[in-house]
């Protein structure tokens, strides 16, 4: 008689899968993050959270929305750390993607393919309105790709840019309603044009 063996954990049968949540700032992407998280926690997954450590706006530590939601994360300095510190999870999901480097396409497809479920989120593109960091490839070879929209902050359509209310222009800039607020096309290249 054939009795089939348990698959252990990190060898599970097929490979995993790489998630992306892309918008601009305050479009909920890590909101939804934290929401995808949590039920595979209720699943009883084993799930483990990275952020890189510059991100310290709301917590030095935990992954923290806008709205306040939150969820405990180990913050690296490098894409390569998350091979390391995940060990044995189910799902690891990556906060602030675009502030690493483009290292994590690699990472996130080595995870993959040990069979996790990768789920990641991050801004698609920066104050200018040009790709950020490795989104642009993790979007290319994500299996499931969620776009979100915030509300324009100027006219009330929906935004897919943030917009940056100084001219400060450092690629990277942590900041929150008072730095950036969300536009609609329309608004973001009006608001681009008074600047120069």
Known sequence: M??????PKGEKEGAGWVEVICGSMFSGK????????NRALIAKQTVEIFKPAIDTRYHDTDV???NESTIRSTPVQFAND???????????????AQ???ESLVEVCNQLAATG??????????DFEGNPFGPIPNLLAQAEYVTKVHAICMNCGALAS?????NNNKQKVMLGEQS?????????FLEGQSNQD
Do not use: W
């Open 179 to 187: 730095t950036y607020e969300a536009r609609c096309r329309k608004c």
């Open 116 to 125: 996790k479920r990768v789920i990641i989120a991050g801004l698609d593109m």
């Open 30 to 37: 890590t909101e939804e993050l934290i929401r995808r998280l």
């Open 161 to 165: 840019y943030s917009f940056r209310l």
């Open 82 to 96: 998350i091979v390391l510190l995940s060990g044995n999870s189910d799902v690891v999901g990556i906060d602030e």
């Open 99 to 101: 502030f690493f480097d």
């Open 2 to 7: 054939f009795v089939e063996q348990p698959i």
């Open 64 to 66: 923290v929305s806008h």
